[in-house]
């Protein structure tokens, strides 16, 4: 459960440990390095992402010149700098560094290893998001199988992710009845393993409901994305960009079922939230402000 004042405190307790580290070891030890990492991990947590992706470069660039690109640590710090740009909307930069880390990790652990698998699931998901589902979805079968074959069908990584992100893409392509049953399976598995507002089980609750929403059962994706609106504000914070994203979403339904004094409301606050911290241009504020003209203008006719 993320929970914003542990957020709090465990960021005070790194900078306290990096200020040391930096001060007796120097800013290259391995050590302080991988303080740099852990403390970037927490502002990307808490919704910093500039601040998140300044440090990451940081570390990266430290490991890669003291410790090699093939080390482990250059590895991490390498996949945590390309989701930080992907949360960004830098994703053909995500992509270049997810296919670095993919050709290394195959090389060296081999195609089926573990975090290879996890790269693939990473780099199919940036390929996701840049529209690209020819490329995303053979990836995303590709770790299904092999999590099948070495997991078993009922491990929680081979439900949880790999059907998970399958889902999506099946989604994307049109195919929603295949996409909400993989969906069904995944919510009802993090529900009994994670529990009902842990950030994953929501995760596929919006995911879910986005599916009911494509195939017009908007009754049954307002109730989902209300139930995710209110245990994100709560555990994460009204700012969060999870948060943010919920409320969107739940914008868009109200605005399809005809409310739409509703989703005027919500699309004003998720405006206002996402221009001051993505800025003006990001791709998601613009989409936010195309939104709020579309709610206005309804109201008005």
């Not at 302080?32 to 919704?47: F, H, K, P, Q």
């Not at 570390?59 to 390309?82: I, Q, W, Y």
């Not at 009911?212 to 049954?220: H, I, K, P, Y």
Request: net charge negative.
């Amino acid at each position: 459960m993320y929970n914003r004042g542990e957020l709090e405190g465990a960021q005070a307790l790194l900078e306290q440990v990096l200020e040391a580290q930096m001060r007796i070891l120097g800013p290259e030890h391995p050590d302080t390095l991988r303080s740099i990492l852990n403390l970037g991990a927490s502002l990307s947590a808490r919704g910093d992402l500039a601040g998140a992706e300044k440090l990451q470069k940081r570390a990266f660039e430290a490991s890669t010149r003291v410790l090699g690109p093939d080390h482990p640590d250059t590895l991490k710090n390498m996949l945590n700098l390309a989701g930080t740009l992907k949360d960004r909307g830098d994703l053909e930069g995500a992509e270049k560094l997810q296919e670095r880390a993919l050709e290394a990790s195959t090389r060296i652990l081999g195609p089926e290893h573990p975090s290879t698998l996890s790269v693939i699931t990473n780099l199919a998901g940036t390929l996701h998001s840049r529209g690209d589902l020819e490329r995303a979805q053979p990836l995303q079968e590709r770790v299904l199988e092999a999590s099948v074959r070495s997991l078993g069908a009922e491990h929680p990584s081979t439900l949880i992710i790999s059907m998970s992100n399958l889902a999506e893409t099946l989604s994307a392509h049109g195919n929603l009845g295949g996409a909400q049953a993989l969906q069904e399976r995944v919510l009802e598995a993090r529900m009994r393993v994670l529990g009902a507002e842990h950030p994953d089980t929501l995760t596929s609750m919006n995911n879910l409901a986005l599916t009911f929403s494509a195939q017009d059962d908007l009754e049954r994706a307002q109730a989902l994305q209300e139930s995710v609106l209110r245990a994100m504000a709560s555990t994460l914070g009204p700012e969060h960009p999870s948060t943010i994203t919920s409320m969107s979403n739940l914008a868009v339904t109200l605005y399809h079922r005809r409310n739409l004094a509703g989703a005027r409301k919500l699309l004003e606050h998720v405006l206002e939230a996402r221009t001051r911290i993505l800025g003006s241009e990001h791709p998601h504020t613009k989409l936010a402000s195309s939104n709020l003209a579309a709610a206005r203008i309804g109201s008005e006719t």
